[in-house]
């Protein structure tokens, strides 16, 4: 038996491999022109833009390989459905909600105020907005545990960064 979702599938992740190539190959080029201090004498391999360019390259390959096994499939389906990008219902809804999150992190919150206040608002906002169901028993308990979760995933994130991989927060 065939599934009848198949092409429409496909063809979100041709535009899927299609927009994470693009979104890599952009990483990878912003990550090229940043400085490597060869006149301070710093290994090359601890320069900025190393661990970024490294992704940016890899998540370009992978989208790549994506978008073509989609594309593979794509054509060997009958036509499908138009293909709604950001989804339908309560997909789509999900999406803009988290693509607020991330945007209202970005913009307002880091570099407004300090970088572990905002990492913890993000993180607490973003789980009590998807893993909260009001309705059920057990709000107070589940949100003390995201607060555990806040407190322990933005230590760890800090930690991270400035002690492993020395870089300065904002």
């Known amino acids: 038996m065939s599934d009848p979702d ?6 979100h992740d041709l535009w899927t491999g299609l927009a994470l190539a693009l979104l890599g190959l952009a990483t ?13 004498g710093i290994d090359p391999w601890t320069a900025p833009g190393i661990v ?4 940016g390259a890899a998540l370009a390959v992978l989208g790549v390989v994506l978008a073509l096994r989609a ?7 009958p036509a499908a459905r ?18 607020a999150l991330n945007l209202v992190y970005a913009c307002l ?3 407004r105020i300090p970088y572990a206040a905002a990492t913890a608002v993000y993180v607490f906002a973003f789980m009590a907005v998807f893993g909260l169901e009001p309705r059920r028993p057990g709000v107070l308990a589940r949100l003390a545990v995201f607060g555990l979760v806040t407190a322990a995933a933005t230590a760890g994130v800090i930690y991270l960064f400035e002690t492993l991989f020395l870089v300065r927060l904002p």
């Open 109 to 111: 919150l880091v570099g």
């Open 82 to 99: 138009p293909v709604r990008i950001f989804g339908e219902g309560d997909a789509r809804r999900r999406f803009l909600v988290a693509l």
């Open 6 to 11: 198949k092409p429409t599938l496909a063809r």
């Open 71 to 77: 594309a593979k499939e794509v054509r060997a389906a």
């Open 28 to 40: 990878a080029e912003e990550s090229w022109r940043m400085p490597r201090l060869e006149e301070r």
């Open 52 to 55: 970024p360019g490294v992704l």
